[in-house]
C-alpha cells in the first residue's frame, strides 16, 4: 500500500529555518513527480513545490522562490522541503504528495500524506 509521511514540522521563529522531508513507500514512487502543498488556517490547500523523477524539473510557487528548495534522495525515497527565511504567512499544514507524470503546480496528484504543521512566529 502506497503511503507518503511527512515529518519535520514545528514552531520556528520568523527568520528561522526548518527541514521537512516526506518518507514513500509501498510503491514505485522513484519513478514518480512529487510535490509539497500547504493549507492554512481557514484558506484553500495552496501549491509550494514540486520535482520531477529526475530531478531535472522544479516549480515553485512565487511566494516561496528564493526562500523554499525542493529536492529528493531517489535512494531512500525521500522527499525534501528546506524552508529558509521563514515568515508567519509560512503557517500551514504541509503536505507531500506524488503523481506519474509531470511535476504540476496544481493539486493532480495520486497520493497524498497526513501532513505536518508549521508555525511561524513574528
Known amino acids: 500500500q502506497e503511503q507518503l509521511v511527512e515529518s519535520g514540522g514545528g514552531l520556528v521563529q520568523a527568520g528561522g529555518s526548518l527541514r521537512l522531508s516526506c518518507a514513500a513507500s509501498?510503491?514505485?514512487?522513484?519513478?514518480?513527480?512529487m510535490g509539497w502543498f500547504r493549507q492554512a488556517p481557514g484558506k484553500e490547500r495552496e501549491f509550494v513545490a514540486a520535482i520531477s523523477w529526475s530531478s531535472t524539473i522544479i516549480n515553485l510557487a512565487d511566494s516561496v522562490k528564493g526562500r523554499f528548495t525542493v529536492s529528493r534522495d531517489i535512494a531512500k525515497n525521500t522527499l525534501f522541503l528546506q524552508m529558509d527565511a521563514l515568515e508567519p504567512e509560512d503557517t500551514a499544514v504541509y503536505y507531500c504528495?506524488?503523481?506519474?507524470?509531470?511535476?504540476?503546480?496544481?493539486?493532480?496528484?495520486?497520493?497524498w500524506g497526513q501532513g505536518t504543521r508549521v508555525t511561524v512566529s513574528s
Open positions: 504528495a506524488a503523481r506519474a507524470g509531470l511535476p504540476l503546480g496544481r493539486g493532480e496528484y495520486d497520493y
Open positions: 509501498g510503491g514505485t514512487f522513484s519513478s514518480y513527480s
